[in-house]
């Protein structure tokens, strides 16, 4: 059901289907912290990294490292109270998450630059002939759209002459959720940030970024820092 349901939730953007969202995301949520909270299946996972007369090639010792530490990650671990609220967090997490991708959403589809053929300067011919298909799709024959969307921004603001055009257009793209409205994600953002932080408290973690690294390349807050920092000069550079 996930595989389905993932591929749908990002390729489609209809009023029907973030109604649906909104119903599954807790739903879907509670029902995979079940089986990270299920005590007797992560002991058999446990048993099985533990084992050290456990003889297994490199690409099957892998992988049960990345399912061990997946689960130990998502509170497999927690117990009482906390394993409570851990899950209620996610539960939490996942409709305020899809609520904040909604609102994105929302944004992309209310927002649309229409040109003029007097505001086509520098554009190649061919998007120039995508902008008048969606302009005619929006009920706007005889104009050009730019949708708030990255693949319709990125090459007006790469090749257009137009300078203003191109500043509304980066900042229409730019606000999205930060317009104070009813898609407004600020108070969003709040309290996404407040449970993830509660919820790595839980498990031990300073921060959400601490519990983040740990299945990434950086492995730590102050390496991903120092890679940030060594690439900024010669970016700067390059700019």
Known sequence: VQTYYGIWQSNMSTPEFRDIQKEMAPKLAEYQTKITQNEKLFARIKALHDDANLKLRPHQARL????????????????GEKRERYAAINKELAELQTKFSNNLLADEEGWVTYLT???????PASFVASAKAAAEG???????AITNTRSSMDPFLTYSTERKLREQVWRNYYSRGDNGDEHDNNAVITQILKLRNERVHLLGYNTYADWQLQDNMAKSPAEATALMEAAWKPAVVRA
């Open 64 to 79: 049960l490292k990345i399912i061990y530490d997946r689960f130990q990650l998502s509170g497999a671990e927690l117990t």
């Open 117 to 123: 053929p007097k505001q086509l300067g520098g554009l």
């Open 138 to 144: 929006l009920g706007k024959p005889g104009m050009y």
